[in-house]
């Protein structure tokens, strides 16, 4: 049984970090972009390996999504494809949706969503504290389904011409501002000794952009994407990064933002592992990740120990585990879900 108490055992900083390094920003969405890299210190002890975080639940929205979301509106701004007023649709899981309302808000466009249950309570209401519209959708049924997420936000575009779909799963502006912003902050912030990165996929959008850039600084970088193994089964991500035989067919079904190019494999771990590990992590580290930012830390932390010394692991942490205290790191929601062993383990008073 690990030690799960609130205790004394890690130091606390002698003091405020120097105030001359306190960034100034002229405008909120100036805030996009620049996150910090924190070093992992206490789980992976005595591991050959150093394990970095990039905290990208330091942007403006609270995701790595404002980067996607800022660039795919300015882009089409720029090249005539979202025309002035036109409301921005799209599907998600909610993060690129904020990104998109951070963005419309500045230059006049509202926005639209199409979610799934998988939305948290916590993103919902930022959503719509920003003026969005929430449109229900569905994730788990194919693509001909009326109540798919991607065919509502297509009819949203075609049965009305004052909607623009932005389509992030296809969109080269959306690998486009990891190639711009994530690839060069991390190069830069590691003084360029980067040997691993890892991001979770949906898009493909972070793991390959950011990967694409880092490599040509330094074709040795290791690019790992990271999928938790149920979704994995469900996409058959695996068969078409290791492009098994029929590979192609199953693309066809699948976003178009992954740089097969790029990525070197494909790393996965089950949900409920990586839930348990969300909360260790932020009993050991003081940080706070939201379930996909975990995964890959997780993998991040089991390749440390694997590689040579002086290899520097750079994990992407996607949004903030405060996104998901009403469901992954809530005692209640994890005892309705078959989860409450980890509950008993971190929670047992609840
Ligand atoms: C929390 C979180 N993690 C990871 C991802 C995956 O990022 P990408 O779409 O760039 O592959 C997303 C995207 O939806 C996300 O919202």
């Given at each position: 049984m690990p030690d799960t108490s609130i205790g004394s055992r890690w130091e606390l900083p002698r003091s405020f970090p120097d105030p001359s390094l306190a960034p100034v920003a002229d405008?909120?969405?100036?805030?996009?972009?620049n996150t910090p890299l924190v070093r992992i210190n206490?789980?992976?002890?005595?591991?050959?390996g150093t394990v970095y975080v990039?905290?990208?639940?330091?942007n403006l929205g609270g995701s790595s999504k404002d980067r996607i979301g800022i660039n795919i509106i300015r882009t089409a701004i720029a090249d005539g494809s979202l025309l002035p007023g036109q409301r921005v649709v799209d599907f998600g899981a909610g993060n690129t949706a904020i990104g998109y309302a951070l963005a419309g808000l500045a230059t006049g466009h509202p926005v639209t969503i199409v979610a799934s249950d998988t939305l948290s309570p916590e993103k919902a209401s930022y959503l719509r504290f920003l003026g969005v519209d929430i449109v229900p959708g569905r994730n788990d049924v194919p693509g001909d389904h009326p109540e798919n997420w991607a065919a509502i936000a297509e009819r949203y575009e075609n049965e009305d011409p004052r909607n623009w779909w932005a389509r992030q799963q296809s969109v080269p502006s959306n690998p486009a501002s990891h190639i711009e912003s994530t690839g060069p902050e991390i190069w830069e912030q590691t003084r360029g000794n980067v040997t691993h990165w890892l991001a979770a996929v949906a898009t493909g959008g972070s793991v390959s952009g950011t990967g694409r850039y880092l490599k040509q600084r330094n074709p040795d970088i290791e690019v790992i994407a990271t999928n938790f193994e149920e979704a994995a089964a469900k996409t058959n991500l695996r068969a078409i990064f290791e492009r098994r035989p029929g590979w192609q067919e199953l693309e066809r079904d699948?976003?178009?933002?992954?740089d097969l190019d790029v990525l070197d494999r494909v790393e996965t771990r089950p949900k409920a592992e990586i839930i348990d590990y969300g909360w260790h992590v932020a009993r050991t580290e003081g940080l706070t990740l939201g379930p996909s930012s975990v995964l890959s830390l997780k993998i991040a932390v089991d390749l440390a120990f694997q590689v040579d010394a002086g290899s520097v692991i750079v994990a992407y942490?996607?949004?903030?585990g405060r996104d998901y205290l009403s469901r992954e790191y809530n005692a209640d929601w994890l005892r309705a879900n078959d989860l409450g062993h980890i509950a008993d383990k971190y929670a047992p008073e609840v």
């Open positions: 405008d909120a969405l100036e805030l996009i972009g206490r789980l992976a002890p005595g591991a050959p990039k905290l990208d639940q330091f699948f976003p178009l933002n992954y942490s996607a949004d903030s």
